[in-house]
């Protein structure tokens, strides 16, 4: 068989396997009985195998592992098997041949230091995860991923409580390694259902006398599950788990009022000092400011490109004014009539092109920008800009060759009504969200 047909024959392979037509890979193998020991002669990162176990074709295979059950333990460019492949996408039968032909694939770890379990508990894929367990090795329940976390910290952190139960029931488990703190932060399974306001998994963890008895155990921040509670958001479920949690005996260490949540204000009052009434009145008014400029806007997001086209379009204008200015084909004795016009033209000009150069400089600056109060001014620059630029137009007219004086006052006039209706809206808004803050 020459290099082309060995080619075109392990491509094929591939596409039978995309298929998983076990009559098609019979021929193949017919055709060339060591097509399956050919493999590493391709470019491809996976093996038909790799392709089978993810798209679920379960005859095809156990017809590969039939003919060549090394495959079980082969990788691919994340250093994945099979099993990994099948864990993740929840295919139980295909999990189950996989370990009956290498029961040893299910502690293989992949690039992110997780092993099948691992996906499948991340998954929720709770009847793989039994079999993983139960079928293979018990000892994966307490495997670390390489981001220091055991298969219990990805079940709540992704919230499967069905998978979280399997675990602990199926898997043999020391019951110390259920108050197991992840690597990074120390937090406990219990940390992080509270963290998550998960109030069945709490509910449930609070049922396994283990963990009731290390009611108190403090993640590395030195917080226990009861400071937790107090650090997060307060609603109706957080206060469901703190009598949950005060319930079954925990108690908080006293930090739970060092940190305040991400939403307080950036203005803190010392607690040894009595404040007078007139410093009150002040930090509540820099309180409302402050949190008038945390307002959010997405509307500068799909603005930006609009006013810096804007204003570079203004910025050009103007500038076209100043290099080649109205009036130069009159005569002496009309350009010094027209003096004090063409100053005043020259004045509307300026402040347009100032202007548009600030909105430019501030939209390229490194300012924050997405707030209400940066979007005010760009919206008052770029309203200055736009008004200065009539005004121009206004003064520029007496210096054409043809002077519509009417057409001048039309287009002022019609300026000024869209201006205002547009100030009016943008007024009564500005009024409303005040009231609203206020």
Not at 204 to 224: C, P, V
Not at 381 to 401: D, E, N, Q, W
Not at 403 to 416: D, N, P, Q, R
Request: charged share 20%.
């Amino acid at each position: 068989m020459s290099y082309v047909q060995e080619n075109d024959t392990l491509n094929s392979l591939y596409e039978v396997s995309l298929r998983g037509s076990v009559f098609e890979l019979e021929t193949l193998i017919g055709r060339d009985p060591l097509i399956l020991h050919k493999l590493s002669l391709t470019t491809f990162t996976e093996t038909p195998l790799h392709i089978s176990a993810l798209l679920g074709h379960l005859d095809f295979t156990k017809f590969l592992l039939t003919h060549k059950p090394q495959l079980a333990l082969e990788m691919d460019h994340c250093k994945r098997t099979p099993l990994h492949l099948a864990s993740a996408e929840g295919h139980a039968e295909i999990v189950h041949v996989l370990l009956q032909t290498c029961e040893d694939a299910c502690l293989v770890s992949d690039q992110d230091g997780r092993i099948p379990l691992h996906y499948a508990t991340m998954r929720g894929r709770t009847e793989v995860a039994r079999k993983l367990i139960g079928a293979a090795k018990s000892e994966s329940v307490m495997v670390f991923d390489g981001s220091g976390k055991t298969m219990f910290h990805l079940c709540v952190e992704h919230n499967h409580l069905d998978t979280l139960k399997t675990l602990v029931q199926v898997g043999d488990v020391r019951e110390d390694f259920l108050n197991s703190g992840d690597l990074h932060h120390g937090n406990t399974i219990l940390h992080l259902a509270v963290m998550f306001k998960q109030i069945e998994t709490v509910r449930y963890l609070l049922s396994i006398s283990k963990i009731r008895e290390e009611a108190n155990i403090e993640n590395k921040m030195g917080y226990t599950a009861l400071d937790i509670i107090e650090q997060v958001p307060k609603d109706t479920r957080s206060l469901q788990i703190k009598l949950m949690l005060m319930d079954a005996g925990f108690k908080n260490n006293g930090k739970s009022q060092v940190h305040h949540p991400p939403s307080a204000s950036i203005i803190d009052v010392t607690p040894s000092r009595t404040l007078n009434p007139n410093e009150k009145s002040w930090r509540k008014s820099l309180k409302r400011v402050n949190k008038l400029l945390l307002q959010k806007s997405d509307r500068l997001e799909e603005m930006r490109g609009m006013l810096s086209l804007v204003a570079t379009m203004i910025s050009t204008v103007t500038f076209g004014v100043v290099m080649n200015p109205p009036g130069e084909n009159l005569t002496p004795m009309l350009q010094f009539q027209f003096r004090e016009m063409f100053t005043s033209l020259l004045t509307m000009n300026t402040i347009s092109f100032i202007s548009s150069l600030g909105v430019t400089l501030l939209l390229i600056s490194g300012v924050p920008l997405k707030n209400e109060v940066t979007m005010g001014f760009l919206s008052v620059g770029t309203s200055v800009s736009l008004t200065f630029l009539v005004l121009t137009y206004i003064h520029a007219v007496p210096f054409s060759r043809f002077k519509y004086f009417g057409e001048t006052f039309s287009v002022l006039f019609s300026w000024l009504g869209i201006f205002g209706a547009i100030a009016v809206f943008i007024i009564i808004r500005v009024v409303s969200r005040i009231v609203k803050v206020l």
